[in-house]
């Protein structure tokens, strides 16, 4: 049985082929799954009987299975979903007043373990197959309705999307082709905690779409106390990589920066975080933490991110505080975490 979200345009032709259909069909299939957004292949009237049933036994369409939406004061929805192999994984969908983003998890659970992030407690289960990931934005899609159109794709989600290339890009393909999703390159961003050779690979394989980096903190000493991975991939080398990265004005390297209080958010840290990024062109975003139950950390005040980001202003440096969304309902930054248990 294939997945048939699992192939980008070039393969979903191969399959196509294979079934001795004419290669025109590829294209409209590929219609069928991403434009209409229909669940069986039934619904593919333009095919014929003998063709939809051939293809019904070959493949399959839906993955994912909704266990739950859970909607927050601000219009924030967060979706839990079922794996075929009883997995399960988070999504969420946050409306803005010209656009509305989604943010995919790529990995159940997550390897990096960062020490204020909820999903890292769970430890890491596996990756996610690019239909996994596809199949997150087509049940949203379809539940949100059609006029709210997804125009915005983050890869901020549950897991670490650049330990898992291979199938984020072929995710991030099929979500950017024509036939296919055909979101904008520029509205679609990869989050990583800084994978050194994921990066390189993205400038070679996957530079049209936005690079995200969670860097934290500005220097070694501080940044592996909460972020583990940094013994991997230090600050230096990290820095080294964007440095090489193919990004210019136009298209900024984002700078993703957690605030916790008394740990990374003095006004000296905004100072050594200018020297790190002088010259690489960034657009930096200061995330107030969000805390939980039991968190090892506390939010930095608003006051003090707010001279935080003054610093960086100072310096001629593009610098934003992201607005928590879905806090309610635990569906903000780093939140993720299925709560429930699936029963046996
Ligand atoms: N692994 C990727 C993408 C997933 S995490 C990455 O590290 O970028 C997405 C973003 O949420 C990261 O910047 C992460 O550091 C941040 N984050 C995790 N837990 C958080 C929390 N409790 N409060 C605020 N941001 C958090």
């Known amino acids: 049985m294939v997945d048939i979200?699992?192939?980008?345009?070039?393969?979903?032709?191969?399959?196509?082929?294979e079934l001795g259909f004419e290669p025109y069909r590829a294209k409209q299939i590929a219609q069928w799954l991403y434009k209409k957004r229909i669940k069986s292949f039934d619904e593919m009237t333009n095919l014929s009987k003998k063709a939809r049933e051939l293809l019904s036994r070959k493949a399959r369409i839906d993955i994912l299975k909704t266990v739950k939406v859970e909607e927050s004061s601000d219009g924030t929805?967060?979706?839990?979903?079922?794996?075929?192999?009883?997995?399960?994984?988070?999504?969420?969908?946050?409306?803005?007043?010209?656009?509305?983003?989604?943010?995919?998890?790529?990995?159940?659970?997550c390897p990096a373990g960062c020490k204020f992030c909820l999903t890292a407690k769970d430890g890491f289960t596996r990756n996610l197959t690019a239909a996994e990931i596809v199949d997150q934005y087509i049940h949203v899609q379809r539940d949100v309705g059609e006029n709210r159109r997804i125009s915005n794709v983050v890869f901020m989600g549950m897991g670490e999307p650049l330990l898992n290339f291979d199938n984020v890009k072929k995710a991030v393909e099929i979500m950017t082709h024509r036939?296919?999703?055909?979101?904008?390159t520029r509205k679609v961003t990869v989050s990583t905690v800084g994978v050194v050779p994921g990066i390189d690979r993205m400038a070679k394989e996957m530079n049209k779409v936005k690079l995200a980096v969670s860097l934290h903190a500005t220097t070694d000493e501080q940044r592996e106390k909460i972020v583990?991975?940094?013994?991997?991939?230090?600050?230096?080398?990290?820095?080294?990589?964007?440095?090489?990265?193919?990004?210019d004005n136009n298209r900024r390297i984002m700078i993703e920066y957690v605030?916790?209080?008394g740990v990374n958010d003095s006004l000296e840290d905004a100072r050594r975080l200018v020297?790190?990024?002088?010259?690489?062109?960034?657009?930096?975003?200061?995330?107030?933490?969000?805390?939980?139950?039991?968190?090892?950390?506390?939010p930095t005040?608003?006051?003090?991110i707010e001279k935080f980001q003054k610093v960086l202003w100072d310096h001629n440096i593009a610098a934003f505080i992201r607005d928590s969304r879905g806090q309610d309902i635990s569906a903000a930054c780093g939140m993720l975490r299925t709560k429930e248990k699936k029963s046996a």
């Open 275 to 298: 020297k790190l990024i002088k010259g690489i062109p960034v657009k930096v975003n200061l995330i107030p933490f969000n805390p939980y139950p039991g968190a090892p950390f506390s």
């Open 77 to 109: 929805r967060k979706y839990l979903f079922e794996l075929p192999d009883g997995n399960r994984i988070e999504s969420v969908f946050i409306p803005e007043k010209d656009w509305n983003t989604l943010c995919v998890s790529t990995q159940v659970g």
């Open 259 to 261: 605030m916790l209080k």
């Open 228 to 247: 583990p991975m940094n013994r991997r991939w230090p600050i230096g080398e990290i820095m080294k990589a964007l440095r090489r990265y193919p990004a």
């Open 5 to 17: 979200k699992n192939l980008n345009i070039e393969e979903l032709k191969d399959f196509v082929k």
């Open 301 to 304: 005040p608003r006051e003090d």
């Open 179 to 184: 036939d296919m999703l055909d979101l904008s």
